[in-house]
Nanobody
Framework: QVQLVESGGGLVQAGGSLRLSCAAS????????MGWFRQAPGKEREFVSG????????YYAESVKGRFTISRDNAKNTVYLQMNSLKPEDTAVYYC????????????????????WGQGTQVTVSS
C-alpha cells in the first residue's frame, strides 16, 4: 500500500501562491489516481482537485477552478497542487489521497472513493 506525505503548506497573504507536494512511497505510484481535499475549521472535508493515474485527466472544484492546478510527476512519485490567487476562504488543512485505479484516465471526486490518505498540511491565508 502506498504511503503519502504532504508538504508545502504555510502562511501566505491573500493573493499569494503556494505549491503543495505529496510524496508517495510504497507500491507503484502510477497505479494510483490522486486527489487533494481540504478541511476548514468546523467544516467537513471537501474535494479540491483530482488527477488520473496517467495525468491526462484532471478535475477541480468550482471554488478553485482557474486558480489551482494539479499535476503529477510519476518519475518522482509526487503529485502537486499549485495554488495561486489565494483567498482567506482557502484556509484549511490540505490532504492528498490515493486510489488504486484500473482506468488510466479516471478521476475520482468523492472522499470515500479514496483508499489512502496523508497526514495533511496546514494552509493559512491572511487577509
Amino acid at each position: 500500500q502506498v504511503q503519502l506525505v504532504e508538504s508545502g503548506g504555510g502562511l501566505v497573504q491573500a493573493g499569494g501562491s503556494l505549491r503543495l507536494s505529496c510524496a508517495a512511497s510504497g507500491r507503484t505510484f502510477n497505479s494510483y489516481a490522486m486527489g487533494w481535499f481540504r478541511q476548514a475549521p468546523g467544516k467537513e472535508r471537501e474535494f479540491v482537485s483530482g488527477i488520473s493515474r496517467s495525468g491526462t485527466s484532471t478535475y477541480y472544484a468550482e471554488s478553485v477552478k482557474g486558480r489551482f492546478t494539479i499535476s503529477r510527476d510519476n518519475a518522482k512519485n509526487t503529485v502537486y497542487l499549485q495554488m495561486n490567487s489565494l483567498k482567506p476562504e482557502d484556509t484549511a488543512v490540505y490532504y492528498c489521497a490515493a486510489r488504486d485505479s484500473y482506468y488510466s484516465g479516471a478521476v475520482w471526486k468523492r472522499e470515500n472513493e479514496y483508499e489512502t490518505w496523508g497526514q495533511g498540511t496546514q494552509v493559512t491565508v491572511s487577509s
